[in-house]
């Protein structure tokens, strides 16, 4: 059991679901507690009722899972057609590193049960001819170029977290670490900006999944101006397989927030200035935020604020302080 580059929440749920909730969040989160709790089978059938529930549609993370739970359960055939999925690129995009995919593969115990059928051989050779493709497109002086600026941008933030952790919001020592951010965030654009000028936006097939990130989340702490300059190659990249649809999702709600818009998928909070604390900035349409995040492969906002903001949402809680929200932050 693997769950890649974002970890998933356990969430206990009832099995009471009214008609117009959107149960494929649901359906995940009870797969992975019965998972946890060795139920393998009525793990396998809750992702099966999550997949069921959104039109077969899932990321890789989710389905590597379900491969998972029905390898421990017994049922070789579910848990290769799952396997299967993920070979032919039949997912929703996200964190779908083939050289990644093809260690945990090798080396997970929840697939020994599955490991003497003999449609485990086509898998696992499958696996490994995507991860060598995958890696004689690697141009490594670039991405040896985009890590160090991806380090830099990371390593302050690293910080400035461990300080709010540590001391609270608005310490005293917060705004010196924001002041030398900002320094790191302009020299980082600058080197952006001359890689896009020379190679146009890469992918992950061209640098890696985590420099891919790395990109991403320069230009994701650049200034709006800039934001809003590139966010047309951003699309453009995003349909052609190089920008994952998780990160557009991002950088469009953090540009409409910056802008006094709505946001559509949630990834925004702001402190507020009075409890110091996070708060969701105004989302659209909240009712279905959960079907937006879904579709780019995101987690629901539930788990998100949890584990990033420590925030316990709560739907209708948040619709009842959603006007004043707007009034206080919406242009």
Known sequence: MKTFFAALIIVLISHTIHAQEFTYFLYIDEGMRFYHGKQYADAGKSFDRAFEDFNGKSTQTNFYNAACA??????????????????????IKGWDDPVEFYSMLSKDSDFNNIKNDPKWTGVLSHAERNKQAFLKGINQ???????????????????????????????????????????????????????????GWLGPSEIGYKNNQYLFL??????????????????????????????????????????????????????????????????????????????????SLKAYVKSSFNIDFDLQQYKEELPALQNKYIK
């Open 70 to 91: 029905w390898s421990l359960a017994g049922s070789n055939n579910k848990a290769f057609f799952y396997l299967q999925k993920i070979l032919a690129g039949k997912t």
């Open 141 to 199: 002086d670039i991405a040896n170029r985009i890590k160090e600026m991806g380090e830099s941008d990371q390593s302050i933030r690293v910080k400035l977290d461990s300080l709010r952790k540590a001391s609270g919001l608005n310490s005293s020592g917060e705004k010196d670490l924001i002041d030398a951010m900002k320094k790191v965030d302009a020299n980082n654009f600058n080197a952006f900006e001359e890689i896009i000028n020379q190679y």
């Open 218 to 299: 320069i230009l994701q702490h650049a200034d709006l101006t800039s934001q809003k300059k590139y966010l047309p190659l951003f699309r453009k990249s995003c349909k052609a397989g190089k920008v994952l649809p998780k990160d557009l999702a991002y950088l469009e709600d953090r540009i409409n927030m910056r802008e006094g818009k709505m946001q559509q998928y949630g990834s925004q909070t702001v402190i507020d200035k009075v409890s110091k604390k996070f708060v969701i900035f105004p989302i659209e349409d909240v009712d279905h935020v959960d079907q937006r995040r879904a579709s780019v492969g995101l987690e």
